[in-house]
């Protein structure tokens, strides 16, 4: 496995670690009616400050692991595949951005997005954002170890 | 039958001291992942690429790539 593949794969394992962290506390959160603007402002520095805290350590690890490889520079097989990895993802969060405009432009479908979650409109819209960028990234990532995984 | 790209890398690297995947990467400026991709036929490279393959081994492009066929026996 390559020292590319391998930090593709530490940053796709933080990212659904932090994530599925952070949507589990909102759930608890809401089940316990315990949700409020201010618990969600503090999760999300929670989640700013793993997201850096274990992408530098892990990182390192790598580095320290295949330190051969640390300083090697993208050729351009590795760009193109982060090229395709890139082109789903765009996809898939434009989709995201698109349905953010319009619960924001026809507020009314408030009712059918986040029904139960007693939220400002603001932030169901940010978490809508944030869903589809979650999946964007995940999509980028999976793709990206696809082709390293197939050959490309 | 569809034609494909084939190279001869394997064997040109076996008649240049068995030069390693590594050193024709870092000869040619690629990761040794793309070494072996192109080996195996998975990824064309690009004819930046190609012609500088060729150049390491000294020879012309065409008797590291050729556009045919491939033959399985």
Do not use: C
Not at chain 1, 56 to 67: P, R, T
Not at chain 1, 124 to 143: D, G
Not at chain 2, 32 to 54: C, D, H, N
């Amino acid at each position: 496995m390559s020292y590319k593949e391998r930090s593709i794969w530490v940053s796709l394992v933080a990212l659904v670690y932090i994530w599925f962290n952070y949507f589990g506390e909102i759930n608890t959160l809401h089940l316990a009616q315990q949700l409020t603007v201010d618990a969600v402002n503090d999760l999300l520095f929670d989640v700013v400050i793993l997201t850096i805290f274990l992408e530098i350590v892990l990182q390192i690890i790598i580095v320290i692991i295949d330190n051969k490889d640390a300083n090697y520079n993208e050729d351009e097989r590795d760009k193109l595949i982060t090229l395709h990895g890139s082109r789903y993802a765009y996809g898939l969060l434009s989709v995201g951005v698109f349905l953010a405009v319009f619960y924001t432009v026809f507020p009314t479908l408030s009712s059918y997005v986040f029904p139960t979650i007693d939220l400002p409109n603001a932030y169901k819209v940010m978490h809508l954002i944030i869903i589809f960028a979650l999946a964007a990234e995940i999509v980028k990532f999976s793709t990206q170890i696809y082709y390293y995984r197939r050959g490309f | 039958m569809a034609k494909m790209i084939i190279n001869t890398i394997r064997r040109l690297r076996f008649d240049h001291d068995e030069m390693t995947q590594k050193a024709l990467a870092d000869a040619v400026g690629v990761s040794r992942q793309t070494i072996v991709a192109i080996e195996k036929g998975k990824y064309s490279p690009s004819l930046e690429v190609a012609f500088k393959i060729a150049d390491v081994f000294t020879i012309n492009i065409e008797q590291v790539f050729q556009y045919k066929i491939e033959d399985n026996s």
